[in-house]
């Protein structure tokens, strides 16, 4: 049945009526309009209600159409405000749960967007005073990224900003602590993937000390800090770790290493398979500074060089570059038995192959020496001590030549001071039962004067010959 009513109604009854579907009337004792539409009980509608009446009347929202807005017109105060004052005993659940229930849907749980460009502005904003309970917590399920923060910006703050500013009695830990407590699990911590190849995955900025590891137990292999690289020759153009200082008044060391313990201040491995590349490579590219390219001060042994090897080339093997940089190494030391600089190899003859030292100038236009050695002690410059007991196999020193048409002698040795006052050469014998010098040649006879098989001696651009005879 229809009514046409022209004019006001007024539905007040005298008392609230008996709740059934379709019921209307108007409570004059919180003056709004209730109605049912369970048939159990009434709630508000209409002007005059609240948001917990409607929550009264039911606490589930199907959104079926557009999604739900929230606009703020007011200059103060949240657009939304979210509160819960309960103490532990009275919850049991977040204060909000983002959840997405069907695991066939693709599309973000939460999702913000910043459209702001005031500077210092945060898509989000979060802060807390209670610093002994986890303040934020986000999990997943899925197995898909539990975080993913993702921002077109063109600011110097970066995407991802993490910001704190308290003074040290406001703090009690980092800024930033990444955990991963289950010690069964086998992935990374943490992992940076960067897909621009100019320019670097990370940068550290600090004030002071930039970066720190601080590993509070370790039994691996691998190291408090590793750095790891698995690729080919074709797909890198750099080295696995750089350490660059640019600034050219800087005048710190570029690395420190500082080792309290018992092992190695640093232990250089590798296990190439080829020559084509050093074990350690040091250069100082510009020929007009006067630093050293490796400084050395110990109170023990300056530098120690130990290593078990099978190759032609010796142990320790020092290619000359050309430069004009004199100083290759400079050594401080204090007073150590062992010397400033020690070569040592502890191998039988089927585990070596060559020398200890092999220093090398294959440069046939050089025309310096390979090897100097400099004294202003009051010691000998140079002291070859030979202490095997064995009777046969290499005396105390061995020279060699090999070059053939040589202008120069085989062994030259040249006092170039003209006030010396001392022999240009001493041999001194305990061994009263063999001879001073011995030298190899065949028996000539008394009567022999020529060049061969004779031993020459020169005085004052005079030269003499001593045959050799029995």
């Known amino acids: 049945m229809t009514r046409n009513i022209i004019g006001a109604i007024?539905?007040?009854?005298?008392?609230?009526?008996?709740?059934a579907k379709g019921v209307l009337y108007y409570d004059t004792s919180t003056d709004e309009f209730k109605g049912c539409t369970d048939g159990a009980s009434f709630g508000s509608i209409g002007g005059g209600g609240s948001l917990q009446d409607a929550y009264d009347g039911g606490n589930s929202i199907d959104v079926s159409g557009s999604a739900i807005t929230i606009t703020q017109s007011s200059t103060t105060g949240n657009c939304l405000y979210i509160a819960r004052d309960l103490a532990a005993a009275s919850t049991d659940n977040e204060v909000v749960s983002f959840r997405q229930i069907n695991t066939g849907d693709d599309k973000d749980v939460f999702q913000i967007n910043q459209n702001s460009t005031a500077g210092g502005r945060c898509a989000v904003f979060y802060s807390s005073d209670n610093r002994t309970i986890e303040n934020f917590r986000i999990s997943d399920a899925a197995g898909k990224d539990t975080v993913k923060l993702g921002m077109q910006q063109t600011s110097a703050d970066?995407?991802?900003?993490?910001?704190?500013?308290?003074?040290?009695?406001?703090?009690?830990?980092?800024v930033v602590s990444i955990q991963n407590a289950n010690s069964g699990d086998d992935q990374f911590t943490l992992q940076v993937d960067q897909a621009i190849l100019s320019q670097y995955a990370?940068?550290?900025?600090?004030?002071?000390?930039?970066?720190?590891?601080?590993?509070?137990?370790?039994?691996?292999?691998?190291?408090?800090?590793?750095?790891?690289?698995?690729?080919?020759?074709?797909?890198?153009g750099g080295p696995v770790v750089q350490i660059q200082n640019w600034n050219t008044s800087d005048d710190k060391d570029c690395l420190y290493l500082d080792n309290r313990g018992t092992g190695e201040v640093l232990y250089v491995y590798t296990n190439a398979t080829t020559n084509s590349t050093n074990v350690i490579e040091i250069e100082q590219a510009?020929?007009?500074?006067?630093?050293?390219?490796?400084?050395?001060?110990?109170?023990?042994?300056?530098?120690?060089?130990?290593?078990?090897?099978?190759?032609?080339?010796?142990?320790?093997?020092?290619?000359?570059?050309?430069?004009?940089?004199?100083?290759?190494?400079?050594?401080?030391?204090?007073?150590?038995?062992?010397?400033?600089?020690?070569?040592?190899?502890?191998?039988?003859?089927?585990?070596t192959a060559s020398r200890v030292v092999y220093i090398n100038n294959d440069n046939a236009g050089d025309d310096q020496f390979a090897l100097e050695v400099r004294s202003d002690a009051s010691q000998y410059t140079c002291r070859i001590f030979k202490t095997s007991s064995a009777t046969s196999g290499g005396g105390?020193?061995?020279?060699?030549?090999?070059?053939?048409?040589?202008?120069?002698?085989?062994?030259?040795?040249?006092?170039?001071?003209?006030?010396?006052?001392?022999?240009?050469?001493?041999?001194?014998?305990?061994?009263?039962?063999?001879?001073?010098?011995?030298?190899?040649?065949?028996?000539?006879?008394?009567?022999?004067?020529?060049?061969?098989?004779?031993?020459?001696?020169?005085?004052?651009?005079?030269?003499?010959?001593?045959?050799?005879?029995?």
């Open 10 to 19: 007024k539905l007040e009854p005298s008392s609230a009526p008996t709740a």
């Open 158 to 174: 970066g995407s991802n900003l993490f910001y704190r500013d308290y003074i040290s009695g406001s703090t009690a830990g980092p």
């Open 202 to 236: 990370a940068r550290i900025r600090n004030a002071s000390d930039a970066l720190r590891v601080d590993l509070a137990s370790q039994s691996s292999s691998f190291g408090s800090s590793f750095f790891y690289r698995n690729l080919a020759s074709a797909a890198t």
């Open 286 to 351: 510009n020929a007009s500074t006067a630093r050293d390219c490796i400084s050395v001060t110990n109170a023990g042994t300056g530098i120690v060089l130990d290593m078990s090897q099978n190759n032609a080339s010796g142990s320790y093997f020092i290619r000359g570059i050309n430069s004009s940089t004199n100083v290759v190494m400079a050594l401080g030391q204090g007073p150590a038995v062992n010397g400033t600089f020690q070569f040592t190899r502890d191998l039988s003859s089927a585990s």
């Open 396 to 470: 105390a020193l061995y020279v060699l030549s090999t070059k053939a048409n040589s202008a120069e002698p085989t062994l030259l040795v040249h006092q170039s001071n003209s006030s010396g006052n001392c022999p240009a050469m001493e041999i001194e014998q305990n061994d009263t039962t063999n001879s001073f010098i011995e030298f190899t040649g065949t028996d000539q006879g008394t009567s022999h004067t020529s060049v061969s098989n004779s031993v020459m001696v020169k005085i004052n651009g005079t030269t003499r010959y001593i045959n050799l005879y029995s």
